[in-house]
C-alpha cells in the first residue's frame, strides 16, 4: 500500500470565479440570469463552507473516539450528517435512507423509502455503493487501504446475514416515510 494520497476521481473541480465571471460577461446571457447564476454560486460556496465545518466538527468528535451515546447531550443538528451540496442543488435529489444509533447496544433506527426502488436488487446496489462510500471514508481518516476497509465490511455483511437473531427482524426500529 502506498504512502501517497490520491486525488478522489469524484471529486468536484474548483472553480475560478474570476474566470467564470469573465466567461459569463462574454455569453449571451442577460444581466439578470448572470446575476442569478453568480448569486446561486455564492449561496453553494457559503454552504460548502458551513458543510466543512460542521464535517469538521464530526471528524473532532470521532477522532476524540467518544462513542455516540456520549455525544448525545450536543444539538442534534450537531449530530446529523449535513445534506451533501451535490444534493441540495440538485431538484430531483431524494433522501432514502437515515440510520440512527439508538445508543450503546441498541441497534438501529432507520428511516427508508423502501418503495423508491421498483426491484429489491436496487437496494442491493444502493448498499453495495453505500459500503464503498464507507470503505473510503474510513480509508481516508484511518490512512488504511480501502480495499481492506471494503475486505472487512464484506465479513460483517456474512457474519451478520449467517447470525440468526429474532426471526430476521432488525435490532432496532424501522419507519418506512408513510404515515
Not at 444539538?75 to 444509533?101: F, K, N
Request: with cysteine; net charge negative; charged share 30%.
Amino acid at each position: 500500500m502506498s504512502d501517497e494520497t490520491q486525488e478522489d476521481p469524484n471529486a468536484p473541480e474548483e472553480i475560478d470565479l474570476t474566470e467564470l465571471e469573465a466567461t459569463l460577461s462574454e455569453s449571451d446571457l442577460t444581466e439578470e440570469t448572470r446575476e442569478q447564476i453568480l448569486n446561486e454560486l455564492d449561496q453553494m460556496y457559503q454552504q460548502r463552507e458551513r458543510l466543512i465545518g460542521q464535517l469538521q466538527q464530526i471528524v473532532a468528535a470521532q477522532n476524540e473516539n467518544r462513542p455516540p451515546h456520549e455525544v448525545k447531550h450536543l444539538p442534534v443538528e450537531e449530530r446529523t450528517c449535513p445534506i451533501p451540496p451535490q444534493a441540495e442543488g440538485h431538484p430531483e435529489s431524494i433522501e432514502i435512507l437515515r440510520l440512527w444509533i439508538e445508543g450503546e447496544h441498541k441497534g438501529l433506527t432507520a428511516m427508508l423509502l423502501p418503495g423508491v426502488f421498483q426491484d429489491p436488487y436496487m437496494w442491493g446496489a444502493a448498499l453495495v455503493e453505500v459500503a464503498r462510500h464507507i470503505a473510503h471514508g474510513w480509508g481516508e481518516q484511518f490512512k488504511v487501504n480501502p480495499n481492506e476497509v471494503l475486505d472487512r465490511l464484506a465479513d460483517g455483511w456474512d457474519n451478520e446475514v449467517e447470525r440468526e437473531n429474532d426471526g430476521d427482524q432488525p435490532t432496532g426500529t424501522t419507519y418506512t416515510g408513510e404515515s
